[in-house]
């Protein structure tokens, strides 16, 4: 069995070294394989995750890697599955917006091990392991001790096969009962804001494992809760991340919504 130290080494190379080509890229924000009303297929998260899996790939050649990009693939049967978002929040990033970050994580045998998530153009680096701290640019950091759901800000987001109906219950549901809601575009960065107090709390009705696969141990390693409040077919997921305090609360009013 590997150890924490030796997979996050892994997945934080990996998720540096994807973001480091989408940088290296930027000038190349316009070029995408397709455009929809609701998503954009770009070409470099099909790159940033070639990238992310040449590194798992070059210390654990056996490993099964699930990734955004390639997610329809059948995957080996391993202990290890790395879940790779090679660009988490595309359509902001394709806009010009830096809210957008490269996610890596690993489980073994179904369980979260080590998780890192890059935002190259905000230089920050998000870690964690299951037992260790949760770091940011290699310092610890801790959720907001907010306990009042009213005082509270909350991000959510708009799911994108949704389109509308239900983000605008769900966004109305969190404007009746937090201090401001949020919809900032980007999972992931979303929930790292939650592990590093400047968020409360994250829900989305849809959201996909490799959104939240690393950041999710983040969260909980900065002292915060998260929860799949429901699962679809094909990796689908709504999902909560709170600081704790606010996650029954936060539950409550919004499980009902689910139906
Ligand atoms: C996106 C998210 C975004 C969410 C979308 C989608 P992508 O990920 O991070 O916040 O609203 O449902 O999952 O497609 O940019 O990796």
Same mark, same amino acid.
């Given at each position: /069995? ?23 890229? =930027? ?17 470099? @998260? ?5 990238? &992310? /899996?040449?590194?798992?790939?070059? +210390? ?32 902001? $990033? ?13 489980? *073994? ?6 998780? %890192? ?7 920050? =680096? *998000? ?24 005082? %509270? ?10 389109? #509308?109906?239900?983000?605008?219950? $769900? ?18 960065? @979303? /929930? ?7 968020? @409360?709390? *994250? ?20 002292? #915060?809760?998260? @929860? ?9 997921? &709504?999902?909560?991340?709170?600081? #704790?305090?606010?996650?029954? +609360?936060?539950?409550?009013?919004? =499980?009902?919504?689910?139906?």
């Amino acid at each position: /069995m590997h150890t924490t130290t030796e997979l996050q080494a892994i997945a934080t190379l990996a998720a540096r070294r994807a973001g480091e080509h989408v940088l290296a890229n =930027l000038h190349r924000r316009g070029d995408v394989n397709s455009i929809l009303r609701t998503d954009v297929k770009h070409k470099l @998260d099909v790159e940033a995750q070639e990238t &992310a /899996m040449s590194v798992i790939l070059s +210390a654990f050649s056996d490993h099964a890697i699930l990734g955004e990009e390639t997610c329809d693939a059948p995957l080996p049967k391993t202990d290890y599955l790395w879940i790779i978002d090679p660009i988490d929040g595309t359509i902001n $990033f394709f806009h010009g917006l830096p809210w957008w970050c490269c996610s890596v994580a690993v489980r *073994y045998k179904g369980q979260a091990m080590a998780g %890192a998530v890059f935002i190259p153009e905000m230089h920050q =680096l *998000y870690e964690a392991t299951c037992d260790g701290p949760a770091l940011c640019n290699g310092v610890p950091i801790h959720v907001s001790r907010t306990d009042r759901l009213d005082l %509270a800000m909350l991000a959510t987001g708009a799911d994108k096969w949704d389109l #509308g109906e239900h983000a605008f219950t $769900f966004m109305r549901r969190v404007s009746e009962i937090a201090q401001r809601p949020r919809i900032l575009g980007a999972a992931a960065v @979303d /929930m790292c804001m939650v592990a590093a107090g400047r968020l @409360d709390g *994250y829900f989305e009705s849809g959201i996909y494992v490799w959104d939240m696969a690393a950041a999710s141990l983040i969260v909980e390693r900065a002292g #915060g809760r998260c @929860d799949v409040l429901k699962a679809y077919p094909k990796h689908r997921i &709504a999902f909560l991340a709170t600081n #704790g305090c606010l996650h029954g +609360a936060c539950r409550e009013a919004l =499980l009902p919504l689910l139906g």
